[in-house]
C-alpha cells in the first residue's frame, strides 16, 4: 500500500521538495492571484482567482505530476475595453526526468516529458503553471454578442456592414471586374 500525503500550501511558493519526496502520492493546493501574474509581469491579466490542485506520483526513478489549474481570470475585452472574466481549466500532465533536454524526446503517453537539472532538489511549478494558464487563453478576448459596452460598440461601427463594404470597394476597384460575366 502506497503513502498517500496531503499538503495544503497557503504561501505563493509553488516549490515541490523533491530530496524529501517519499513514494507514493503527495498532494499540493496552491491559490492562484493577481499577484502570481504580477510576479511574471503580465500586464494582460487584470486580476485571476485560479486554484491548482497537483498530485505528484513518486515510484523508483518515475516522477509523475498531475495539475488542474481550474478558476477564472480577468482580462481586457479587445472591443470594448471593459473587463472580461474568461475561465480557465487546464489539466497539466508531467513526466519529470532529469538530465538534458533531449528534443527528440517531448511526449511520454499523453504527459509532456519536463526536463531539471540532476543536482535538483526542488521543482519549481509556477512557470508550468503560468505558462499554462496563459496558453489556455484564446487569441481573440471579447464579450459575447451583445455583452459589450454599449456606449463603446456604438463608435465602432458594425464590422459585418463594414466587411460588405470593403468587398464591394475592391470588386469595384478590380480592372477584371468587366470580365466578370464574359463566359456566361
Known amino acids: ?7 495544503r500550501v497557503f504561501m505563493n511558493d509553488f516549490i515541490i521538495p523533491l530530496d524529501s519526496l517519499s513514494a507514493g502520492n503527495t498532494k499540493y493546493s496552491w491559490q492562484v492571484g493577481k499577484a502570481f501574474f504580477d510576479s511574471f ?12 490542485e497537483v498530485s505528484v506520483e513518486k515510484s523508483g526513478k518515475y516522477l509523475g505530476i498531475d495539475c488542474l489549474v481550474k478558476g477564472q481570470v480577468t482580462v481586457l475585452c479587445d472591443r470594448c475595453l471593459e473587463e472580461l472574466q474568461l475561465p480557465v481549466e ?21 504527459r509532456e516529458i519536463y526536463w531539471i537539472p540532476r543536482d535538483s532538489a526542488e521543482l519549481d511549478m509556477s512557470q508550468v503553471i503560468y505558462d499554462y494558464v496563459c496558453l ?49
Open 1 to 7: 500500500m502506497q503513502a498517500q500525503i496531503y499538503v
Open 136 to 184: 489556455s487563453l484564446p487569441m481573440q478576448r471579447h464579450h459575447a454578442d451583445g455583452e459589450c459596452n454599449p456606449e463603446t460598440v456604438k463608435y465602432l461601427g458594425n464590422p459585418e456592414v463594414e466587411e460588405l463594404k470593403n468587398d464591394e470597394k475592391m470588386e469595384a476597384d478590380n480592372p477584371f471586374a468587366a470580365l466578370k460575366g464574359l463566359f456566361d
Open 41 to 52: 509581469e503580465n500586464s494582460e491579466i487584470l486580476d485571476a482567482d485560479l486554484s491548482a
Open 90 to 110: 487546464e489539466n497539466i500532465l508531467l513526466s519529470v526526468k532529469y538530465g538534458e533536454d533531449d528534443a527528440a524526446d517531448q511526449m511520454e503517453g499523453e
